[in-house]
């Protein structure tokens, strides 16, 4: 099925010395997964207990939505908070009774976890558990951390879903499991494509209410479609459930992959798969085509921001031209990994983690056509004559899957053809 | 514990940030957790600046809090240092590296960078930015400034503009040409665009003007008894501000008062004709204390608005607004809590608000009128143009600013008149935004304000819009039961739909205060008359 393709590399990247770094992070925190993920579960509260900043940190990162009455909120710890334990876990009794009683449509609540939270210990596990008995059978009640100090970015998302595994009730169920919140197009989109291949029963994870909720066993496989979900993987692995290593599915060559593994699973013929996939393929690769025109030939730099870094990395340089001269990810799994960085021909440096000002004079030294980049960065670096693409795009806008692919291309050429028809100079 | 959603303001260290950020040749070495560069956005993406704030963060993680995170940030107080070879630094510790304890200010101490160091001590957990912002200047200035010669020319220091700041760019501007037509110089504009050699030179200045206390007013203090530097208190915002502003400077100085009014168009403006449907439009003001107290008397003296309420959210100007809603004869509202101040617009029902980026979406929702007026505020309240608040030009700017949002009023007649043709029948809302005005009845949440700013218009009940987690006790407005006759009804579709509301309001209170149950015509018509004005 990848007689289309450019053939693997000889040699990957998966033997790539990786460059480690410890330094200055210019990344989020998991605390911002909350942005997208209670629009995904939708009958879900997000609790942060933390501090003003923690506040501040979503409404920035929120931006607009904090307006659209949307169910997340703070518990800002306040001085007298600080002074004893008992306090504290009372207060919290007190903060969530109080939203309970304002909101009786919720049915799950996760206390979310910061770095002030987690620095006190406050035991958040402990009283979701003791929450979960009051409450039962309306709510249930699930911690985890999207602290600064424990998680990065779409890590948050992790955690996230990684708390929900183990309630799962169990089941024998021969079933596929599609794991990681994609935008409601995108999910129909996958969904649709594996049924018509007679692959099923599909759930997803996380589901859009909890009452849609199902079993995991020994007889469930997953795949990930993000490359963020390790702790998820590790969870899912844990209740006997059986992981379908492949690329992302991003671009028409991860999206194909990662059908494939999926059809091997359930005992498609190549046929069948042909014949479902040969239309949006065709479409996918016309999109890319279009959209990736101006990509040819340019270089890639990727600041650490999302796990994404590696995937869009192949995507960019084996379907559309570029080549890459370092990818940094914040953290790089080598079992969910593995695919991507096998089909990434060596060359480019693999970063994890960061020092961002070490980092930045590598991409000056490089100065090269496209970087890929938090906010934080993005100005700055196109006041120093770099063309930007700001990175948190790519985790807000459906780019996965066939039909998104010439999208995703367009993502990161619309900055260079910006550039390219500004014309801000004095006419000579 | 404090449930929240919005906040008006950030932790004490954003407001450290920007004053740093303001700076040049200044670096703070904060201690925090990875994720706290978020900030780091606000000021490359709302103010758009074309730098990285000058803050070095620590990044400690999870790991590094059994060992050494001390050492973490010793190391990035000498790399932050010998990378950006700054002339001072601040250092200091963010919420999180607030509870681990370790002594940012004892630990740079210990390094003998050979540039001052300045400690900064921000609670996190009682105080917020604007705080953190006037406590990190005055600490500069106190580190910095020494008494010295004056110079030979009169000249001021403007103190208080930072990044981030509401209009502050432009305020300079428009200050430092008032000065100039006085024949006073600027000795150094602090903390926006200054150097710790500027701080330095500080004392040679004459006098300080505040141009805004909450960023400023410890330092200006600091500076009056230390440095024998008066300090101006009349903030220039507005015609009658400016001009005891520049009153206040004369009697300073010893100059003579000199004001170029020939660029002022405000007064005449507010005089013409087209104004006076202006007249008595009911105002309610929240924002920063400073904003708000200028702008509520720019609202009542210089646009001839009633003002129903005022209020502010940095409790540090509480007693300047509890002061000055005496003088208006309303109830202040001191609060962080953007619900309470829904739930006083709601109650007021003014016909225009001035106030933050939240009151414009509070606006947006109960289909109010807006205008900002005061931080915080997002990416367009940093606009391109030549946009101040203060002096001559900034009275221009407001004008415009405050009356873009009503319909002009020579269209409220034509609305009025009429009413029932096909065009301005009542759902068509205002006429120059056409038919993206009919969304107003079918989907009252999605209306933008900005755009379909239909005039006047007292709240109308909102048809029970999604609410949140802390939706309000629905309030009993009225202790009887009051019913509205079908034909009463069918009379108040005829009023126009932005004064639809004030109406209905003002006949059932009319109703019910008279003990009457049911609103007929006459009642309708009653009301009306008893609440002319």
Known sequence: MTERFAPPPARGCSTTPVLKERGQHEVFCGLTGIIWLHRKMQDAFFLVIG???????????????????????????????????????????RVVHELLERRP????????????????????????????????PRVRVLSYSGSGIETTFTQGEDACLAAMVPVLPASDERQLL???ALPDVVEEQAVGLLEAMGVGPIRVLPAPVR????????????????????????????????????????????????????AQEFGVDAETFARVTEKPRARARKAIAQASENLRGKSVFFFPDSQLELPLARFLTRECGMHAIEVGAPFIHRAVMGPELDLLAEGPVIAEGQDVDRQLDRARAARPDLVVCGLGLANPLEAEGMTTKWAIELVFTPVHFYEQAGDLAGLFSRPLRRRGLLKLEAAE | MKLTVWTYEGPPHVGAMRVATAMKGLHYVLHAPQGDTYADLLFTMIERRNHRPPVTYTTFQARDLGS??????????????????????????????????????????????????IALELPSYQRK????????????????????????????????PTALGFR???????VTRLLADMGIGVNVVAPYGARPACIKAMGAAHFNVLMYPETAETAARWMERELGQPFTKVVPIGVGATRDFVAEVAAITGRNVILDESRLRLPWYSESVDSTYLTGKRVFLFGDGTHVAACARIARDEMGFEVVGMGCYNREQARTIRALAKDFGVEPLITDDYLEVERRIEELAPELILGTQMERHIGKRLGIPCAVISAPVHVQDFPARYAPQMGIEGANVIFDTWVHPLVMGLEEHLLTMFREDFEFHDEAGASHHGHKAKLRDIEPAAIDADTVAPDGGSAPAPSAPPRGISEPEKQGTSSIEVVWLPCAEKELKKIPF????????????????????????DTLYEAKAHYAR
């Open chain 1, 211 to 262: 009452n849609a909720e199902y079993g995991v066993g020994p007889n469930t496989v997953y795949a990930l479609t993000q490359p963020f979900l390790t702790d998820t993987h590790e969870a899912l692995s844990r209740r006997g459930a059986r992981h379908l290593p492949a690329p992302f599915p991003f671009g028409e060559e991860g999206t194909t992959a990662w059908l494939w593994a999926v």
């Open chain 2, 498 to 521: 932005f004064v639809r509301g004030k109406a209905r309001r003002n006949t059932e209170n009319y109703a019910s205060e008279r003990g009457v149950n049911r609103i007929s015509v």
């Open chain 1, 105 to 136: 449509d919720i049915r799950q609540l996760f206390l979310v976890g910061s770095c002030p939270s987690e620095v006190i210990k406050l035991d958040l596990a402990n009283a979701a558990e003791r929450m979960s008995a009051e409450f039962a």
């Open chain 1, 178 to 180: 599609l794991v990681g």
């Open chain 1, 51 to 93: 501090s003003r900043t923690c506040a501040h940190l979503l409404q920035s990162a929120a931006g607009v939505m904090i307006f659209a009455e949307p169910r997340f909120a703070t518990a800002i710890l306040e001085e007298t908070d600080l002074a004893g334990m008992a306090d504290a876990q009372k207060e919290l009794d």
């Open chain 2, 129 to 160: 930015e604007n705080f953190g912002a006037d406590e990190t200047f005055f600490q500069i200035v106190k580190a910095l400034a020494r008494p010295m010669e004056r110079t030979p020319n009169v000249t001021a220091n403007l103190i208080g």
């Open chain 2, 168 to 174: 502050h760019r432009d305020d300079i501007t428009e």
């Open chain 2, 68 to 117: 050494d995170t001390a050492g973490l940030f010793k190391t990035a107080c000498i790399e932050a240092h010998d990378r950006y070879q700054p002339e001072a630094m601040i250092v200091g510790a963010s919420c999180t590296a607030e509870l681990i304890q370790d002594d940012p200010g004892g630990l740079a101490e210990t390094l003998g960078l050979p540039v001052p160091v």
